[in-house]
């Protein structure tokens, strides 16, 4: 599971072969606009322009990097480290200039994303709220100090 902001892509197994199957599902969170690109026109694109090839190397390298590095979070990182840093990278998605940063995600759907059970990411999230991080609301969490919330990140 993972959270794309403005101007990411998702699906692109499906336009490099024909034997791609769908193994996931996108739910949108808040509103979006999302464009879908068919096979046959991306065949015609990467034939006609060859820095295509270059941007589709490096998504797929930049996807291959992030999901190592949830793998390897998963496996040998603290519960409590492994959710802060999900917050963290969040925040760098939800992040506005308008101070606070309100990520619209529920416990459940962030202990998801951190490879845990919704009691324990309760657990931790009450724990940052108590040092100041992060306030939590009904269906959102808001970061209210990402100087604390990277502490327990690191």
């Known amino acids: 599971m993972t959270v794309l902001g403005p101007g990411e892509a998702f699906g692109e197994p499906a336009l490099l072969s024909q034997d791609s199957i769908r193994t996931a599902t996108a739910v ?11 096979r046959r026109d991306f065949e015609e694109i990467r034939r006609s322009d060859p820095r295509v090839e270059r941007l589709l190397v490096d998504a797929l390298a930049s996807r291959v990097s992030r999901l190592t590095g949830h793998l390897v979070g998963a496996l040998h990182e603290p519960v409590e480290v492994r959710l802060a840093r999900r917050l963290i990278s969040l925040a760098d998605t939800y992040r506005t200039d308008h101070g ?19 009691p324990t990411a309760n657990r931790i999230l009450r724990e940052l709220e108590a040092v100041g991080a992060i306030a939590i609301t009904r269906g ?11 502490r327990h990140g690191d």
């Open 28 to 38: 949108a969170v808040e509103g979006a606009d999302t464009f879908s690109l068919f």
């Open 140 to 150: 959102r969490i808001e970061i209210t100090n990402l100087v604390a919330l990277e």
């Open 100 to 118: 606070a940063i309100s990520i619209p995600m529920t416990q459940e759907d962030l202990a998801a994303l951190a490879g845990t059970t919704r």
